[in-house]
Structure formats: structure tokens, C-alpha cells
């Protein structure tokens, strides 16, 4: 919990905020100076970008907000957004990780060229290596002729390690 947040309570949030769970959308409940009653009241761009809801001239994420109105306390870690949308804030698709457990459920590198986590085409281009990391460090687990068999290795090592089906995504 940020110092902000504490701040802010449950019922306070949810006086002056309507928070829809199944869209993720919230409205106002009142009037404000930069705002009406029934305005929706979380900005934010595209799904790169997460979405902020401001409050008393605090600016708040808007699935932390989301979490306190849903679960009546403020998230003690991190949020997870299970399908990797930053800006989808269906409290179904939010939950609250840990920051490793978190990392284990991260979108595919845009610099990926094998189109998996952890799977890189060795630099002579003969051999393919299969890794993952645990406990922040990186476990090889083997290189392999075949693309397919490090794919097989990694997507095995995801299971074994607990990494979200999500991952790589």
C-alpha cells in the first residue's frame, strides 16, 4: 500500500465512486470541479498503458482502486493483469501476485525471434537454448538441434515452476 492509498478508505472510494466489476469501468458518484455526476471517471490510453483514477488531487491506478472496491482493503502486493491488457481492469482478470509470481506471468519480448519465453537461437545458429529463470536466477536447461525440443523443455519448465499459462503470451 502506497502512502496515498492510506489515505483513502473503502468507504470513502465508494462514496464517491461506482466501480462495475464485470466491465471494469467506474463512474463518478459526484460532481468535482473537472467533472459530473455519471462521468467515467478512470483515464488512461491504449492497452499499453495502465489506467489512473484522480482523487482529491491524488492519482491512483485504477486495478489497485478496482481491488479495494471489490475486496474492501487495499492490495498488500502487486496486481496482476491475468490476460496482459494494462487497461483491462475486469476485476476477473485482476489478482493479487507477489512481484515473482507477477513476473512469472509476463507478455512475450518484442525482441523474441522464437516466438517462446526463454527459447534463443544460439549465436553459430546450430543449436537452440532452452532457459528460465528461478528464484531471480537463470536455470539453463539445455540446448537442443531441435527448436521444438527447447520449446518442449521451457514449456515444461513453465509448468514445473509455476509460471502463469499466460506467460509468453
Known amino acids: 500500500m502506497t502512502e496515498n492509498e492510506s489515505k483513502l478508505t473503502y468507504e470513502y472510494v465508494t462514496s464517491i465512486l461506482e466501480y462495475y466489476p464485470d466491465t471494469g469501468v467506474f463512474l463518478w458518484l459526484v460532481d468535482g470541479d473537472n467533472f ?3 462521468d467515467v471517471a478512470d483515464k488512461g490510453g491504449s492497452s ?6 484522480s482523487i ?17 482493503e487495499w492490495p498488500k502486493e502487486q496486481i ?10 475486469i476485476f476477473s482478470n485482476l489478482r493479487e501476485v507477489s ?4 513476473s512469472r506471468n509476463m507478455p512475450l519480448s518484442k525482441n523474441n525471434k522464437s516466438g517462446v519465453s526463454g527459447v534463443i537461437q544460439c549465436k ?3 543449436k537452440w537454448l532452452a532457459q528460465i529463470n ?7 536447461l539445455g540446448y537442443f538441434e ?21 506467460h509468453g503470451r
Open 36 to 38: 459530473k455526476k455519471a
Open 48 to 53: 499499453k498503458y495502465y489506467r489512473y483514477i
Open 56 to 72: 482529491n488531487d491524488n492519482t491512483f491506478m485504477a486495478h489497485r482502486v478496482a481491488w479495494l472496491c471489490v475486496m474492501r
Open 80 to 89: 496482476d493483469h491475468v490476460d496482459h491488457v494494462k487497461n483491462n481492469n
Open 99 to 102: 512481484n515473482a509470481e507477477n
Open 124 to 126: 553459430q545458429k546450430t
Open 134 to 140: 528461478v528464484n531471480k536466477q537463470p536455470l539453463i
Open 146 to 166: 531441435d527448436k521444438f525440443e527447447a520449446i518442449c523443455a521451457r514449456l515444461s519448465a513453465n509448468n514445473k515452476y509455476g509460471y502463469h499459462q499466460n
